[in-house]
Structure formats: structure tokens, C-alpha cells
């Protein structure tokens, strides 16, 4: 059995990256296939964290890379896999792990949860780090998509594909009643990129044409913060429309999602790849309103799935969730097909099976 060191993302913070990374590390079948030592990338405890650096976190950067380089010389792995930051500070970090994996494991593979490579590839600092990165690198890309971002430094006959997965929750929907307001629900972390300004925006123009509904914000403090959200649902007297629930978790998060008739996530998030949370809105079969940000193209396709609408523009998302409001059969028609989609690729089984099976063809 090969020896391997995974390098990943594990929560807190919780968001995409990190719980794929945490289904791996529970993963039986993954875990039976290879010899794995478990190393948590994480040095941000919050979303608002990620990005910034400081005194504390540059202590913290030091005690991984040594802690890294400890369990290289002692169990010597056959291949490392690490899920890294494309770009920026996270990159920095990131890179000394990279080198030390190259030189005391015979392969390193880097599987992207985000991206930002080809904002910063063109500098002249960044440029010389990518290609040593990059070198001899095997890389997992989560859609084909996002091939663009790191197109410079890989060629594209040599990269990999594998998609996120979620647990199936096994429960669909439930449908209203004619007489229900429908609930349409956002969930992600509070930051401005994930378009939750925008929402609350297109529901204002809606209120203004009379549209019933109701609205719920679920999610944890990104760089928006409890009171600012409040006050802007307050400047758009919004109070009676919308509803913020902070974070939920577990069973809480499945009911929400369940009793909601309508998943919007417009999304700008320059990082955007695959999102957990249109996954599992598909799980349920809701009908979805979101972008064309990162890789969501290979899970939503326009008016058979799901609606896609230009970022940062909600007059235009404003449209596409009356257009929704008042089709009760166009919104059967893209949850139905959202749900079966999900079932046949996007189940953590299905994750699971691909990790694996390209696992060993990469490490063969």
C-alpha cells in the first residue's frame, strides 16, 4: 500500500475547500486505499480571517511548514496531495509546503478549490514561483472550466477533472400550498463578491412591484458583519421581506433548504469554483438562480436546470426570480432536473469513486 501525505483543508473555517477536505479524511474507501497522513492547511479560524496576514499567523505559517517537513522525513511518503491557494498571501504560504512535498516525496499533486492564478501570473515574482510550482506537478481541477486560470503553467492534456460531491440528504422539497408565500433562500458566508447586496437589491425591486415572498439569508459573518446587514435590510425596509438566520448547521441547514422553494446565489466571487451550496440545493430539487462565476456552467445549464443571470446586475436577478414566482411548472421543471443530475454525478459516492480512481491513475 503506497504511503501517502494529504495536505487539505479541514474545518473551521467552514466552506467549500474545507469540507471536501474533511469528507476525504472520513472517507473509508479513500482511506483503505492508501497508507495517509493527515496535515489541516487551515491557519484562519474564520472566513473574515482568510487572506489577511499578521504576526500570528506568520508564527503559525512557520509551526506548519516545520510540522510539514517532520512527517516528510519521517515516513517518506510516495506522493503528497495538497490542495493549495492559488494566488495571493495563501499562495506565499503555501509554496514553501509545496517545495519541501517535491523534495522529500517522489510526486506532488495539487488539486484546486479556488483560483486567481492569471490575475497574478503577469508579475514578475509570482510568474518565477508558478513555474517552479508547477514543475513535474500533477493538477485536479474541478471543472473544465477553470482550465484558463492555470493554462500558462500545465498543459491541458495533463490536468484532471474531478467534481465535488455531497452526501445525498435523501429528502426533497416540500411543496406550498397556493395560499404559502414561497421562501427563497441564500446560503453562503456574508461577503460582498457572493452577491448577497444584490439579493437584497432584486428583492426591493420586487417589493416595489408587489411580488410576495419571503427571503432567508443563512450564513456565518464574512466581510459583512451582523449589523451591517441588518442596517442595509433596514435602509431598504426590508425588514418584513427578509430574514437573516446566521449560521445553521446539520439537520437545522437540511430543513431550511428543504422548506424553500427557490436557491439564488449570485455569485462574483473571484475564488468561486465549484460551490457545495448549489450542490446542495440540487439535492433537493430546488430550482436555482446563480452566475456563470468559476465552474458553475458544468453544474447549471440555462433553462434546463437552473436559470443563469449576469453578476451584478439585480434588475436582472430581479427578473429571473419573478420569472420563477410565477411558474409554478417552470420551477418543477428545473428542480426535477437539477435533482436528477445531482443523483447521477454529484453524490459524495460518486466523488469518492472518481477521487480514487484517479488517485491511482496519477500515482500508478
Same mark, same amino acid.
Given at each position: 500500500?503506497?504511503? #501517502?501525505?494529504?495536505?487539505?483543508?479541514?474545518?473551521?473555517? !467552514? =466552506? %467549500?475547500?474545507?469540507?471536501? $477536505?474533511?469528507?476525504?479524511?472520513?472517507?473509508?474507501?479513500?482511506?483503505?486505499?492508501?497508507?495517509?497522513?493527515?496535515? /489541516?492547511?487551515?491557519?484562519?479560524?474564520?472566513?473574515?480571517?482568510?487572506?489577511?496576514?499578521?504576526?500570528?499567523? !506568520?508564527?503559525?505559517?512557520?509551526?506548519?511548514?516545520?510540522?510539514?517537513?517532520? !512527517?516528510?522525513?519521517?515516513?517518506?511518503?510516495?506522493?503528497?496531495?495538497?490542495?493549495?491557494? #492559488?494566488?495571493?498571501?495563501?499562495?506565499?504560504?503555501?509554496?514553501?509546503?509545496?517545495?519541501?512535498?517535491?523534495? +522529500?516525496?517522489?510526486?506532488?499533486?495539487? =488539486?484546486? =478549490?479556488?483560483?486567481?492564478?492569471?490575475?497574478?501570473?503577469?508579475?514578475?515574482?509570482?510568474?518565477?514561483?508558478?513555474?517552479?510550482?508547477?514543475?513535474?506537478?500533477?493538477?485536479?481541477?474541478?471543472?473544465?472550466?477553470?482550465?484558463?486560470?492555470?493554462?500558462?503553467?500545465?498543459?491541458?492534456?495533463?490536468?484532471?477533472?474531478?467534481?465535488?460531491?455531497?452526501?445525498?440528504?435523501?429528502?426533497?422539497?416540500?411543496?406550498?400550498?397556493?395560499?404559502?408565500?414561497?421562501?427563497?433562500?441564500?446560503?453562503?458566508?456574508?461577503?460582498?463578491?457572493? $452577491?448577497?447586496?444584490?439579493?437584497?437589491?432584486?428583492?426591493?425591486?420586487?417589493?416595489?412591484?408587489?411580488? !410576495?415572498?419571503?427571503?432567508?439569508?443563512?450564513?456565518?459573518?464574512?466581510?459583512?458583519?451582523? #449589523?451591517?446587514?441588518?442596517?442595509?435590510?433596514?435602509?431598504?425596509?426590508?425588514?418584513? /421581506?427578509? =430574514?437573516?438566520?446566521?449560521?445553521?448547521?446539520?439537520?437545522?441547514?437540511?430543513?431550511?433548504?428543504?422548506?424553500?422553494?427557490? &436557491?439564488?446565489?449570485?455569485?462574483?466571487?473571484?475564488?468561486?469554483?465549484?460551490?457545495?451550496?448549489?450542490?446542495?440545493?440540487?439535492?433537493? %430539487?430546488?430550482?436555482?438562480?446563480?452566475?456563470?462565476? $468559476? %465552474?458553475?456552467?458544468?453544474?447549471?445549464?440555462?433553462?434546463?436546470? %437552473?436559470?443563469?443571470?449576469?453578476?451584478? /446586475?439585480?434588475?436582472?436577478?430581479?427578473?429571473?426570480?419573478?420569472?420563477?414566482?410565477?411558474?409554478?411548472?417552470?420551477?418543477?421543471?428545473?428542480?426535477?432536473?437539477?435533482?436528477?443530475? +445531482?443523483?447521477?454525478?454529484?453524490?459524495?459516492?460518486?466523488?469518492?469513486?472518481? &477521487?480514487?480512481?484517479?488517485?491511482?491513475?496519477?500515482?500508478?
Amino acid at each position: 500500500m503506497q504511503k #501517502a501525505l494529504f495536505l487539505l483543508s479541514i474545518p473551521p473555517p !467552514v =466552506h %467549500g475547500a474545507s469540507m471536501m $477536505g474533511q469528507y476525504i479524511k472520513e472517507s473509508r474507501l479513500i482511506n483503505e486505499s492508501f497508507q495517509i497522513t493527515y496535515i /489541516n492547511l487551515n491557519t484562519s479560524t474564520t472566513v473574515d480571517e482568510i487572506g489577511k496576514n499578521g504576526l500570528k499567523k !506568520v508564527v503559525k505559517m512557520a509551526a506548519l511548514l516545520g510540522k510539514v517537513v517532520k !512527517v516528510l522525513l519521517t515516513t517518506r511518503p510516495d506522493f503528497t496531495y495538497m490542495t493549495p491557494t #492559488a494566488a495571493g498571501v495563501g499562495f506565499y504560504k503555501d509554496w514553501p509546503l509545496a517545495m519541501a512535498c517535491k523534495l +522529500f516525496s517522489r510526486q506532488l499533486i495539487v =488539486h484546486y =478549490h479556488n483560483k486567481g492564478i492569471s490575475d497574478y501570473q503577469n508579475k514578475t515574482l509570482d510568474n518565477w514561483l508558478y513555474k517552479i510550482f508547477f514543475k513535474k506537478t500533477k493538477v485536479i481541477l474541478l471543472a473544465k472550466e477553470l482550465f484558463s486560470d492555470v493554462q500558462k503553467y500545465v498543459k491541458k492534456e495533463e490536468v484532471y477533472y474531478c467534481p465535488n460531491g455531497i452526501p445525498n440528504p435523501g429528502y426533497s422539497r416540500s411543496e406550498k400550498t397556493e395560499k404559502e408565500p414561497l421562501q427563497v433562500l441564500f446560503l453562503s458566508n456574508l461577503l460582498k463578491e457572493k $452577491g448577497v447586496y444584490d439579493l437584497l437589491d432584486a428583492v426591493n425591486l420586487l417589493k416595489e412591484k408587489g411580488a !410576495v415572498f419571503t427571503c432567508i439569508l443563512v450564513g456565518g459573518e464574512g466581510d459583512i458583519s451582523e #449589523a451591517a446587514l441588518y442596517q442595509k435590510i433596514k435602509d431598504l425596509r426590508l425588514s418584513e /421581506n427578509v =430574514h437573516y438566520l446566521g449560521k445553521k448547521y446539520g439537520m437545522e441547514k437540511l430543513s431550511i433548504i428543504q422548506s424553500s422553494d427557490i &436557491f439564488v446565489f449570485p455569485t462574483y466571487y473571484k475564488k468561486e469554483c465549484l460551490p457545495l451550496v448549489i450542490l446542495e440545493a440540487m439535492s433537493f %430539487g430546488l430550482p436555482i438562480i446563480t452566475t456563470t462565476e $468559476g %465552474g458553475i456552467p458544468s453544474l447549471i445549464e440555462n433553462e434546463r436546470n %437552473g436559470l443563469l443571470v449576469e453578476a451584478k /446586475n439585480p434588475y436582472k436577478l430581479s427578473l429571473a426570480i419573478q420569472k420563477l414566482l410565477n411558474d409554478q411548472e417552470l420551477r418543477s421543471l428545473l428542480g426535477n432536473s437539477a435533482k436528477m443530475d +445531482f443523483t447521477t454525478k454529484f453524490t459524495l459516492e460518486k466523488f469518492e469513486g472518481e &477521487f480514487l480512481n484517479m488517485m491511482k491513475k496519477i500515482t500508478s
